[in-house]
């Protein structure tokens, strides 16, 4: 049975919610077209309808076979507990009514939070070193014992510990409030499981469609589970497992199903990252070469995910765990005979592409039955054991799969070293750039005014040049995958490579002129197969969902013919369609699908959660017109490090993560829901927050580079990124992670220090915040600094400033306390004199009140100014003084406003902020 048709049939249970729902009134019956509300009560019939539903709509009937009954005995082979939700065996309804007495009907409750099982487990302790380790049995008493159950629901009953069960919300900032911790009566109110079946409904009746029109089913599979994750991903698999949201659950059937009478667990991680990304030694271009980077690094993800789901025959619900850059899968038993030709396969692209500066280790576990390996104690307990040990023997041999390769590379001859990187670039990289009278206005197009004739830059970093120049406003990502004899075809994906470079010139970076014109990068791993291609927008706002779908659609369009060019050297092509920040936008409409009609191409969709946002300085460009005139024209340059005043690196990672997923590697589904919800804190709802700021404030250079897995990284103007930490802190870690703590290290360097010695001082900081981790995270603080830096007011020294923003946010926070009331009217003040300094010539009244509400402070707190005085006169930094006129008074509180809001997060009150925030 296709795992397609088995994640539809589990759905069946957060509709038959929606039926109990509609048929008491509480909510307008959304699913006529499958049943009455009285039928779909029944979730294996409700699950029946929707996949039956689904493959008439599609015209797939007989490829998408199966019935209700043969789901729910793969169901019960894998895992017999959760089966009982959809026989209704009295065992089962047993159990659910004496855990769920007295507390709530038990179909109606919310979502638990996932990570609330930390707190069963001791986490807070653990940190504290109130105790050694974390209780791993916690997990199996509760699944196990349902008066402990029962105990831990009423628990959290009296916490904030809920959300309300909806599909993720169309506009992407608008996930803010959907993942968003609730008590349990608010996250009833809350929940609408008729909008669950709506948006479910919708969903699929597109993607039915597009395969529709398609002819085929190939993707299909991958396609269901977006779908699924997308629109359940906040509903309660079932009453026995309330902190487990249903796709979590329907993954890990679907997966062991799939794999037959034994499975595997197979694990990719993605090592040298950090050395990767921030390689760049010279200021210029800088910038983009990281985002480009992290583009790169998520790309190699998609592509070996890609390549192993192709060996097993498996699909994108084979994926335990999504977590950046290390994947888990569970795979049939028999794909341990190919981990060899696995490593071979990935080990040559690495050892060929990236020459040792990234590269993939591979383990995988020794076989199990797949019968109850879902339940705790099943055969999860022993894989996991087996993992950990395949896991540790990867690491240390981590070269060996490709040494040849790399030893053979190294009798080539050096051409010269990367301007940018500093790293050594072939003669034989096709891929490289030398900027030269012929390159020069391409070059330009890359980074504006960074690079100068002479310069050479390697194929990686001409790669993440392109990347880089396209995250900002990135719409979609489109990969396309070539195979021949179950293996990535390399022939195919450079034949499609050329075609592009002979319409483009050798381009890399392109734009697609329209009325819409769209910035399209390559990024081609063709000894992998693949070719990955993003499309952006061009103009200065930030795009919604449904406009990058319309991007994807036209770059579909234009792909068609190259696509169809490569279908005779490969056997097969796989289409990945990521659109970003889409939650319900991501699938093309059957248009698009007609184009494809009748070649060997198989389609998944997916939303790509990202920060599209880039700090952009827009200039005015005169263009020719007919006639002879000119009109002008908006232009948008993206601002880079060098473009920045006082910088800053800043990682956050996740507190005991590794002792935690060791803890649960014997409960799939617990692992699987935990690992989905940090993705979802890290991965959605921090690039929602940032991106909702950077709409309300325009202008703000903190770029938040990465938030994947259970960490992060930001970087730009030290200020910014402070405020970015503060938003993940409030938004992330307190508003839906709670309970988990995070620490955090920053560096703050002048712009010019090289971005990969900041990013080693910002990892030595992460480490300190690491070795004094407790409850409430923490933030550590180094400096960069060669020589004072001039800013207004002042010298601005960044080692002493290091020193005494380590202060505000430690344990001597205090010594802020008696400064509060100060802080916060020169912090509100300063906010005035910046919109005060806009006015300057045009409105002396805003200015004068600026000016007098200074004076006036000054005077009325004499001896806090004194205080503070010099303690920022210690550091370099001038309050503005008795004697300056009125214009200079304004500039300077202007400058110093990110100084004073940093300084008024300090001094809150420990039952306001933790002394270290939890960031």
């Known amino acids: ?350 050892a060929r592409q990236f020459k040792g500066s990234l590269w993939l280790t591979v383990a995988c576990s020794d076989p199990a039955p797949t019968a109850n390996a879902a339940n705790p104690g099943g055969a999860f307990v022993a894989v996991s054991e087996s993992y950990s040990t395949a896991v540790a023997f990867s690491k240390d041999s981590r070269f060996s799969g490709f040494a040849a390769e790399l030893a053979a590379l190294g009798n080539e001859d050096v051409e010269d070293l990367d301007s940018l990187t500093r790293e050594p670039v072939l003669k034989g990289d096709g891929l490289k750039l030398r900027v030269e009278r012929s390159t020069r206005d391409y070059a330009e197009s890359l980074a504006p005014d960074k690079l100068s004739d002479g310069d050479l830059l390697g194929g990686l970093t001409h790669i993440s040049l392109a990347c880089g120049s396209a995250a900002r406003n990135l719409a979609a990502v489109v990969s396309l995958y070539f195979f021949k004899g179950g293996r990535p075809c390399r022939e195919a994906a450079e034949a499609v490579l050329g075609a592009v470079f002979r319409e483009r010139g050798r381009r890399l970076y ?166 989905d919800f940090l993705s979802m804190g890290f991965g959605v709802k921090a690039y929602s927050a940032v991106l909702a700021d950077a709409k309300k404030r325009e202008g703000g250079r903190g770029i938040l580079l990465y938030a994947a897995g259970d960490d992060l990284a930001v970087y730009g103007e030290w200020h910014d990124v402070l405020r970015i930490l503060d938003i993940v802190r409030r938004e992330v870690l307190e508003g839906l992670l709670n309970p988990l703590a995070a620490s955090s290290g920053m560096a703050v360097a002048d712009r010019k220090d090289p971005v990969l010695h900041v990013y080693d001082a910002a990892r030595a900081a992460e480490r300190e915040a690491k070795r004094r981790s407790q409850p409430g995270g923490s933030l550590a603080v180094s400096g960069i600094c060669r020589k004072p830096i001039p800013m207004s007011g002042g010298e601005l020294d960044l080692a002493r400033l290091a020193a005494v923003v380590g202060a505000a946010l430690g344990e001597e926070a205090g010594e802020f306390e008696s400064l509060k009331p100060l802080v916060y009217a020169l912090a509100e003040l300063a906010h005035e004199a910046e919109e005060a300094e806009e006015a300057l010539g045009k409105s002396p009244l805003r200015v004068a009140r600026v000016v007098v509400h200074y004076r006036y402070l000054e005077a009325r707190r004499g001896k806090d100014f004194e205080k503070l005085s010099e303690l920022l006169g210690e550091h370099g930094v001038r309050l503005p003084g008795p004697k300056d006129p009125s214009n200079e008074v304004v500039r300077k509180l202007a400058a110093l406003k990110p100084l004073f809001d940093f300084l008024a997060l300090a001094a809150r009150k420990p039952r306001e902020a933790s002394p270290q925030p939890k960031v």
């Open 1 to 350: 049975m296709r795992p397609g048709l088995i994640l539809l049939y589990e759905a069946g249970l957060a509709l038959s919610r929606h039926a109990k729902r509609a048929a008491e009134g509480r909510e307008k019956w959304r699913c006529r077209e499958l049943g009455s509300e009285k039928e779909l009560a029944d979730p294996k019939t409700a699950g029946a309808k929707l996949a039956e539903w689904f493959a008439r709509r599609a015209g797939l009937r007989g490829d998408l076979q199966g019935t209700a009954e043969e789901a729910l005995s793969l169901i019960e082979r894998v895992d017999p507990l959760s089966a009982g939700a959809f026989s209704g065996v009295e065992e089962y309804a047993g159990r659910v009514r004496e855990v769920w007495a007295g507390v709530s009907d038990p179909w109606d409750a919310p979502l638990l939070s996932p990570l609330r099982i930390l707190e069963k487990m001791g986490y807070r302790e653990l940190l504290s070193g109130s105790r050694a380790e974390l209780d791993a049995e916690a997990p199996r008493r509760l699944l196990g014992d349902p008066e402990e159950l029962k105990r831990y629901v009423g628990e959290a009953k009296g916490s904030r510990s809920w959300l309300a069960a909806r599909p993720l919300p169309r506009e992407f900032t608008e996930i803010l409030e959907a993942l968003k911790l609730r008590s349990f009566e608010e996250a009833v109110r809350g929940s609408d499981y008729g909008e669950v079946a709506e948006a479910l409904l919708s969903m699929l009746g597109r993607a039915a469609e597009f395969y529709e029109a398609l002819g085929s089913c190939n993707g299909v599979d991958d396609t269901l589970e977006s779908v699924v994750s997308s629109t359940l991903a906040l509903v309660p698999s079932h009453p026995l497992l309330p902190s487990v949201p249903l796709p979590a659950l329907a993954r890990l059937h679907a997966a062991l199903a799939s794999a037959g009478e034994g499975f595997v667990l197979l694990g990719l991680d993605v090592n040298g990252i950090q050395d990767f990304v921030y390689a760049p030694v010279r200021e210029s271009a800088a910038s983009r070469v990281l985002r480009g980077r992290s583009l790169l690094v998520e790309l190699v993800q998609f592509t070996a995910t890609r390549i192993v789901l192709e060996l097993a025959g498996a699909t994108w619900s084979a994926q335990l765990s999504k977590e950046g850059g290390a994947p888990t899968f569970v795979l049939p038993g028999s794909f341990r005979d190919k981990v060899d030709a696995l490593r071979e396969i990935l080990g040559r692209w690495m």
């Open 510 to 675: 392109f734009v697609l002129e329209g009325d819409q014109p769209l910035a399209v990068a390559l990024a081609p791993f063709t000894e992998a197969g693949a070719i990955h291609v993003l499309v952006a927008h061009t103009r200065r706002e930030l795009a919604k969902a449904e406009e990058n779908l319309k991007a994807a659609e036209t770059l579909l369009r234009v792909m068609k013919g190259y696509v169809k060019g490569a279908a005779g050297l490969a056997e097969k092509i796989h289409v990945e369609v990521r659109v970003v920040n889409a939650p319900r936008d991501f699938i093309p409409s059957a248009g698009v699908a007609e184009h494809y009609r009748g070649l060997p191409v198989a389609f998944s969709f997916a939303p790509y959660y990202t920060n599209p946002y880039h700090p952009v300085r827009a200039e005015e460009e005169a263009r020719p017109i007919m006639g002879g005139e000119r009109r002008v024209a908006e232009k948008v340059r993206l601002l880079d490090l060098d473009d920045m005043g006082v910088i800053a690196v800043s990682l956050l990672d996740a507190d005991k993560m590794g002792d935690v997923s060791k803890s649960l590697g014997a409960y799939p589904a617990i692992f699987s829901a935990v690992s």
